[in-house]
T-cell receptor, first 114, second 116 residues
Framework: NAGVTQTPKFQVLKTGQSMTLQCAQD?????MYWYRQDPGMGLRLIYY???????DKGEVPNGYNVSRLNKREFSLRLESAAPSQTSVYFC?????????????FGPGTRLTVL | AQTVTQSQPEMSVQEAETVTLSCTYD???????LFWYKQPPSRQMILVIR??????QNATENRFSVNFQKAAKSFSLKISDSQLGDTAMYFC?????????????FGKGTKLSVIP
């Protein structure tokens, strides 16, 4: 099992450009999450999907959109990137009944917006 | 909204010694979960230990144990026999059991260095 995978691992954008961060999990988890991590900060929740077909805003959703494509995949889109979105982005998944609320994290994507 | 506070931005410990990382949280809920995650230089987030608030017994995982004080809203992590591989950022995290989505709220982290 690969667990949670994210692509790309690194990305550099110019202000105003758009891009989509991809996330996939092979653990048959219902819930998936997108976090961002800034220097000196813990992870902050951007969006989450409690189950296939549903998405909800987290603590810092402005400037982002998400799509829960199917049970496996959850993508994060930046429509018009801004320097304030320079961060490391983590995707995670969990399943209450099999993983005991543990969230499993992907390796992260380091995004720089110039 | 819940908040999680880690008051020690950085700590160091000699190899084989014991170190305790502090965490406090604020919530009005009675049922919830607490976690400690480790983030080594590889950036990967790794679960170290978890505690259910309804359990009075403190969780332990090999060299890692917690001191959970529900009334004081305190959740400290003790690492015994520290090893070089324990060098990492450690994040305390809170999860409400009532939200339905099981979102994590993280503290800002403690950077732990294990000195040979």
């Amino acid at each position: 099992n690969a667990g949670v995978t994210q692509t790309p691992k690194f990305q550099v954008l110019k202000t105003g450009q758009s891009m989509t961060l991809q996330c996939a999990q092979d653990m048959n988890h219902n819930s998936m999450y997108w976090y961002r991590q800034d220097p000196g900060m813990g992870l902050r929740l951007i969006y989450y999907s409690a189950s296939e077909g549903t998405t909800d805003k987290g603590e810092v959703p402005n400037g982002y959109n998400v799509s829960r494509l199917n049970k496996r995949e959850f993508s994060l889109r930046l429509e018009s990137a801004a320097p304030s979105q320079t961060s490391v982005y983590f995707c995670a998944s969990s399943e209450v009944f099999t993983s005991g609320n543990e969230q499993f994290f992907g390796p992260g994507t380091r995004l720089t917006v110039l | 909204a819940q908040t999680v506070t880690q008051s020690q931005p950085e700590m160091s410990v000699q190899e084989a010694e014991t170190v305790t990382l502090s965490c406090t949280y604020d919530t009005s809920e009675n049922n919830y979960y607490l976690f400690w995650y480790k983030q080594p230089p590889s950036r990967q987030m790794i679960l170290v230990i978890r505690q259910e608030a309804y359990k009075q017994q403190n969780a332990t995982e090999n060299r890692f144990s917690v001191n959970f004080q529900k009334a004081a809203k305190s959740f400290s992590l003790k690492i015994s026999d520290s090893q070089l591989g324990d060098t990492a950022m450690y994040f305390c995290a809170f999860m409400s059991s009532g939200a339905g989505s099981y979102q994590l709220t993280f503290g800002k982290g403690t950077k732990l260095s294990v000195i040979p």
